[in-house]
């Protein structure tokens, strides 16, 4: 008898968790979903912005089912290159664990949250941007080598086709190969730089693979 009151015990703690936490009523704009759209969204989803704003609960509220079929097919925000070929310090990517919590949320309830103090501080777009590279390498259409040495800081798509999909790589002369970036639905519309993570040195006589002769891509350097 013991034995099966505390797995119902037991049992009914699950059930417990799983419902605060499976169902999306515990997600709150003001604590978890404002974060994701400041970092994310907001960059473009703002007043005096290229699309509208996503800054507050009463513009995101009678959005949300957008929202989340955007994300959800990962169209929003448009970042346009396959996770984990190349590292980027400007990813605007949202990770798996970021959709889940914006499903839950709208399926939750699209809850605002009772604690306004929650919220985030709204980010700085008057700010300069930090480390943006200041000058263009070359531009790539085609299989192209370094005839010197240079410091690779990102890549910039000026031309791609719709459905193109390009897997740039650099070759070292010693044989080592780079992966730079992956192209996958990106929409040149929406144009933006793909920056490194981490800057990377590159002696000459390095190749760029993977760019096709169609294609135009800018490499840049700070």
């Known amino acids: 008898m013991r034995t099966l009151l505390i797995a119902l015990l037991a049992a009914a703690s699950?059930?417990?968790i799983v419902a605060a936490h499976g169902s999306g009523s515990s997600i709150t704009w003001n604590r978890?979903?404002?974060?994701?759209?400041?970092?994310?969204c907001a960059s473009c989803h703002r007043?005096?912005?290229a699309a509208f704003s996503l800054m507050t609960y009463a513009d995101v509220q009678p959005r949300a089912n957008e929202l989340k079929e955007a994300v959800l097919a990962r169209r929003m925000p448009p970042w346009g290159a396959v996770k984990g070929f190349g590292q980027f310090r400007n990813d605007?990517?949202?990770?798996?664990?970021?959709?889940?919590?914006?499903?839950?949320?709208?399926?939750g309830g699209i809850r605002r949250g009772n604690n306004p103090g929650m919220l985030p501080k709204p980010p700085d777009f008057e700010a300069a941007a930090d480390g943006e590279p200041d000058a263009v390498v070359a531009r790539v259409s085609g299989p192209w080598s370094s005839d010197r040495a240079f410091t690779l800081d990102g890549l910039l798509p000026e031309r791609v086709g719709v459905n193109d999909q390009l897997r740039i790589v650099a070759v070292l002369p010693d044989g080592r190969i780079e992966p730079l970036l992956w192209l996958h639905n990106y929409d040149s519309r929406q144009a933006h730089s793909f920056l490194l993570r981490r800057p990377l040195m590159l002696p000459a006589g390095t190749e760029i693979r993977g760019v096709s002769r169609d294609a135009l891509i800018a490499l840049l350097r700070r």
């Open 47 to 49: 007043p005096a912005g």
């Open 32 to 40: 978890e979903i404002s974060r994701i759209v400041y970092d994310k």
């Open 92 to 107: 605007q990517s949202l990770s798996q664990e970021q959709i889940e919590l914006i499903t839950k949320w709208v399926d």
């Open 14 to 16: 699950v059930g417990g």
